[in-house]
């Protein structure tokens, strides 16, 4: 059940109808929400509704067995761990193991057929299963480091698990933020159901009038069988793209977080404005935070960190950075992404170039953050190309000011990325003098009036969101 379809308006009207009545008693409250959710799930394919189930038992389970017996937390651990990553590996990665399998027998001179051997289910991606296993895996994990106490009562942890507005796409909520909230009835006031809407509107506007548009242009260029060998051209359709993602993902975040405000509830923001970043690090603590800090918090932390030497400091980053970009898909492609922001990061911290460009004055974090989107859009290139020969191809086409492009195009192409630049920081910085007067209606109104309509007259061709596909 897509956001943007009818199908969820009517569904999303009918559960707020009956939310006042249901939202009083708790366990009254926990099945109705349990209920809402597994319908909006299971409207892809009630089949997939064992898996979220078989994955909530299981956590669910180990938890409690970690607090009546504590010798076995650890073998209660595993088993949450085996049980989670396992059915990822089933239905995400099976076909990336076993096609990769077969190529390295058949370097050795095996001829295997792994792959296509794999049963037809395996090959079939349940929608949002590497959010929701991901929410259920940092419930055991919290209990099993003794900062969250279980609940035992079986409604209340699918109320957390399964709750539909984020669901299938995030943001990934932490139980020790959410399951006390999950404790009350959720009431809203005014003010709370305005800033709801405020933020359905935007997420609406950003999905179906900016991302939705976007989506054909950038489809049009990857797909299309004649290679352009225009510099400019591509430029310009990683920045299209660049923008479609962050409109889609984000916009989805805050249907979300409008939708939990309307129920009286409350999710982190998952996006503070990244291409405004003036350093590699900090695009991580802007872009997808609830990701970004969950593999902070369960990776890179149990690992070391950054308390242990430099060199293992920055292998503990590189195994993050690729354990995420396999995260989002099983291809050699995504693993590249991950590389090439452990390469950055990893280079970023050794010369400092942050430090440097802000000494500058005036234009220091115009070059800062100029260098950032240079550097998130070469791997955005790796994370929407087809294949790895597609994507080193593009990245060529990118930097390839031959001759015959002259200095004098090559200039007016770089200063029209710092112009863009410098548009984006504008708009940044008058985005939050309109918040500041964000309590004043006759702003307010027309603009929610024209997102509204944008929604209606100017929106593009319906498109599931792009982080379903994970």
Not at 262 to 267: A, E, P
Request: with cysteine; aromatic share 18%.
């Amino acid at each position: 059940m897509l956001f943007n379809s009818l199908t969820f308006l009517v569904f999303a009207g009918l559960f707020f109808l009956l939310w006042p009545l249901c939202r009083r008693k708790s366990n009254l409250r926990w099945f109705y929400l349990t209920a809402a959710s597994f319908l909006f799930y299971g409207w892809w394919d009630w089949r997939f509704l064992f898996l979220i189930v078989g994955s909530g038992l299981l956590d669910y389970a180990a938890s409690l067995g970690m607090v009546a017996y504590p010798r076995a937390r650890g073998a209660f651990m595993a088993l949450s761990l085996f049980g989670n990553i396992g059915s990822l590996a089933i239905f995400k990665y099976s076909g990336f193991i076993a096609e990769n399998l077969d190529q390295l027998f058949s370097m050795a001179g095996l001829h295997t057929s792994l792959q296509a051997n794999i049963p037809g289910f395996m090959l079939i991606l349940p929608v949002g299963i590497s959010f929701y296993t991901f929410q259920s895996m940092s419930y055991t994990l919290d209990v099993y480091r003794g900062e969250l106490k279980p609940t035992r009562n079986i409604l209340h942890f699918m109320a957390y698990l399964s709750l539909f507005p984020q669901l299938v796409a995030g943001p990934i909520v932490r139980a020790r933020d959410f399951l006390p909230q999950l404790c009350s009835p959720g009431t809203t006031d005014e003010r709370g159901r305005w800033e709801g809407m405020q933020l359905i509107a935007h997420g609406f506007f950003k999905k179906m009038v900016i991302a939705d548009n976007l989506g054909p242009v950038v489809d049009s260029a990857f797909g299309f069988p004649v290679f352009s060998e225009s510099t400019v051209y591509w430029w310009f359709i990683i920045t299209a793209f660049a923008f479609q993602i962050y409109c889609d993902f984000s916009g989805y975040s805050d249907i979300a977080r409008g939708l939990a405000k309307w129920m009286g509830y409350r999710f982190e923001v998952n996006f503070n404005h990244p291409y405004n970043a003036t350093s590699l690090s900090g695009f991580w603590s802007r872009w997808h935070i609830s990701l970004s800090t969950w593999f902070r918090d369960y990776v890179y932390i149990p690992l070391g960190g950054s308390r242990v030497s430099r060199m293992r400091s920055h292998v503990n980053m590189w195994i993050t950075m690729l354990v995420s970009g396999l995260w989002h898909g099983a291809s050699w492609t995504f693993v590249v992404w991950g590389a090439l922001h452990a390469g950055f990061m990893s280079l970023e911290r050794v010369i400092k170039w942050p430090q440097w460009c802000r000494r500058i004055p005036r234009v220091g974090s115009w070059m800062a953050t100029g260098i950032v989107i240079v550097q998130v859009w070469v791997a955005w290139v790796f994370f929407r190309a087809d294949s790895l020969s597609q994507a080193v191809r593009i990245v060529r086409q990118m930097f390839d000011f031959n001759l015959d492009m002259s200095f004098r195009k090559a200039g007016l192409l770089t200063a029209a990325i710092y112009l863009a630049i410098g548009m984006l920081r504008e708009v940044y910085c008058r985005f939050r003098e309109v918040r500041e007067l964000r309590s004043r209606p006759w702003l307010d109104i027309p603009v929610m009036v024209g997102m509204i309509l944008a929604c209606i007259f100017l929106r593009g061709p319906g498109e599931a969101f792009i982080y379903f596909q994970f």
